[in-house]
């Protein structure tokens, strides 16, 4: 298994609350994703990083922010949490970008009441 | 932008039948497809890909998929299913763009394979 950490595994929160769920890697790929998935939409991107301090934008980046400072670590923050972004969000991981393989985290399943 | 159309949400299938999932794209550009694949409460892992040459790609557990560039189609395809495919599959796509910067992968909303004894 890629070494991919994702926490916390499961939150429960409640509207308005800021929310970061933490990535970590061991393995020092230069590339990491955040996705989240739902229902009839598979996984859509938020946002991603191609190196320390560098970081974009994906379709679905509004509500969101990220920090890399380090390359093992990505975070993702819900400045202020709504019941929209009730979802399972993924990291991934990736050496080469998305022509290489993706790894994927087991996942973080976010309930926002 | 791209986008990818998986005609099946649900494939039911009996032990030992053939399955074929179906995979559309749209995009303006020359493309990378993917598919992967999601065991359940798992993360999901690459199944096969393709970024140039043959246009028939296979994966080690018996699956294939190939490029048709015509009918923009990325179909997969397999045999003979067992119970431990049962899992969703996602078709995932990429527009071709001068290396250098990290590309957008989009996905598919996904394909329930389900395995029947």
């Known amino acids: 298994d890629a070494g991919i950490t994702q926490s916390p595994r499961h939150k429960v929160t409640e509207t308005g609350t800021p929310v970061t769920l933490r990535c970590h890697q061991t393995e020092n790929h230069r590339y990491m994703y955040w996705y989240r998935q739902d229902p009839g939409h598979g996984l859509r991107l938020i946002h991603y990083s191609y190196g320390v301090k560098d970081t974009d934008k994906g379709e679905v980046s509004d509500g969101y922010s990220v920090s890399r400072s380090k390359t093992e670590d990505f975070l993702l923050t819900l400045e202020s949490a709504t019941s929209s972004q009730t979802s399972v969000y993924f990291c991934?991981?990736?050496?080469?970008?998305?022509?290489?393989?993706?790894?994927f985290g087991e996942g973080s399943r976010l309930t926002v009441l | 932008a791209q986008s990818v159309t998986q005609l099946d949400s649900q494939v039911p299938v009996f032990e030992e039948a053939p399955v074929e999932l179906r995979c559309n794209y749209s995009s303006s550009v020359s493309v990378y497809l993917f598919w992967y694949v999601q065991y359940p409460n798992q993360g999901l892992q690459l199944l096969l890909k393709y970024l140039s040459g043959s246009t028939l790609v296979e994966s080690i557990n018996g699956f294939e998929a190939e490029f048709n560039k015509s009918q923009t189609s990325f179909h997969l395809r397999k045999p003979s299913v067992h119970i431990s495919d049962t899992a969703e599959y996602f078709c995932a796509v990429s527009d071709r763009r001068p290396s250098g910067s990290a590309r957008q992968l989009t996905f598919g909303s996904g394909t329930q394979l389900t395995v029947l004894p």
């Open positions: 991934a991981i990736s050496w080469e970008g998305i022509t290489g393989e993706l790894f």
